[in-house]
C-alpha cells in the first residue's frame, strides 16, 4: 500500500532494511553514536516513497475518494514534483532541525508557500490551496517525527 507495485522487490528490500535498523537500534543502547546513525538511515529511507504514500492517502482521503495514484484527477497530475520535492523537504527539515538550525526550517517552510503562492493564488475553487495544505502539513508532521525519533536515538 505504501509503495507502487512495481517496484516489488524494492519495496520488501526497503522493509527489510527498516526491519534490520529496528533490530539494530533495539540491539544498541540509546544515545549511543551507532543508535543515532541507525535511527538517521531508518528515518531518511521511510521519508521517501513509504512517506509519499502515506501522503498521498492522506490527499486521497481528504478528497473523499478511493482512487489509485493512476486515476487522480488532472489537478494531482499537474504537481507530480512533489514526489521528488516532498522527500528531498523532509529530510532537509530533519537534516537542519537536527543539526539546531529551527530558522532554516522555518526558511524553507516559507519558501514552499512564497514558491506555490502565484499558483495557488489563480485557484478559483480552492482546490489547489487546499491540497497543498494538507500534503504538506501531513509532510511536515511526518518530518517533525522523523526528527523526534533521530532525536531519542
Request: glycine fraction near 10%; include cysteine.
Amino acid at each position: 500500500m505504501l509503495a507502487p507495485a512495481e517496484w516489488g522487490g524494492a519495496a520488501l528490500l526497503v522493509a527489510l532494511a527498516v526491519c534490520c535498523g529496528a533490530c539494530a537500534v533495539l540491539a544498541t543502547p540509546v544515545g549511543t553514536p551507532i543508535a543515532r546513525a541507525c535511527a538517521v538511515v531508518g528515518v531518511v529511507i521511510l521519508l521517501g516513497a513509504p512517506t509519499n504514500g502515506l501522503v498521498s492517502t492522506v490527499l486521497r482521503l481528504a478528497r473523499g475518494s478511493n482512487s489509485s495514484a493512476g486515476t487522480l484527477p488532472p489537478l494531482v497530475v499537474a504537481m507530480r514534483g512533489g514526489r521528488w520535492i516532498g522527500p528531498l523537504e523532509r529530510i532537509l527539515i530533519l537534516l537542519l532541525a537536527t543539526s539546531g538550525a529551527q530558522a532554516a526550517v522555518a526558511a524553507v517552510i516559507a519558501a514552499k508557500g512564497v514558491i506555490r503562492f502565484p499558483e495557488i493564488n489563480k485557484d478559483q475553487d480552492g482546490r489547489k490551496a487546499e491540497e497543498f495544505l494538507i500534503g504538506s502539513m501531513t509532510s511536515w508532521i511526518l518530518a517533525v517525527l522523523a526528527v523526534a525519533a533521530v532525536s531519542v536515538a
